[in-house]
């Protein structure tokens, strides 16, 4: 009997945790190893580099911020269990000192430091955000994003096949 009730559980709340994400702005769907390399690159990440991934998931943009092109990382995450997979994801790397990953509402935290930031947002969240990096962020800054854009922002860069989108704060 406590496996029918485990089960069923499991299916009822699956769906929730996978998709409540929505609600807040964004789903979670983890971006491919290669394309998150081609968002780093594009980005033009250096070792002098703060990255802030906004709604980091599993932490794979931050591992390969600090691991494959050797800044630094901070990632915010307003789900707990990504959350936790994302710290659990970082230890496994041994890149604790130079990645940390922030619980909570992006909305609340500063960005300030960030030389290069990472979405992969809906549309109307990656708006919203617009004001915010305007307010906290520095002249030069880079921002890159996977599939949506930040409406009536230049881009400077654009990869079409792989709906990446970059922009600088002016």
């Excluded at 491919?32 to 794979?60: F, I, S």
């Excluded at 609340?108 to 430091?113: H, K, M, N, V, Y």
């Excluded at 004001?131 to 906290?136: I, R, V």
Aim: with cysteine.
């Amino acid at each position: 009997m406590w496996l029918f009730w485990l089960l069923f559980t499991a299916v009822i709340l699956y769906p929730i945790w996978k998709y409540w994400a929505l609600l807040i702005g964004a789903g979670y769907d983890p971006t491919p190893a290669e394309k998150v390399q081609q968002m780093l690159t594009l980005a033009e990440m250096k070792p002098e580099d703060v990255l802030y991934d906004l709604g980091c998931g599993d932490g794979r943009l931050l591992i390969s911020a600090a691991k494959d092109f050797g800044g630094r990382a901070v990632g915010i995450e307003a789900d707990p269990i990504r959350w936790l997979m994302a710290r659990h994801n970082v230890r496994k790397t041994g890149m604790q000192g130079r990645i940390r990953v922030l619980w909570g509402n992006f909305f609340r935290f500063s960005i300030s430091e960030a030389t290069v930031v990472s979405l992969f947002l809906l549309q109307p969240v990656n708006n919203r955000l617009k004001s915010k990096f305007l307010k906290e962020l520095k002249k030069g800054t880079r921002i890159v994003s996977n599939t949506w854009t930040l409406d009536g922002w230049k881009e400077e860069w654009k990869l079409a096949s792989e709906g990446v989108h970059l922009y600088r704060v002016e």
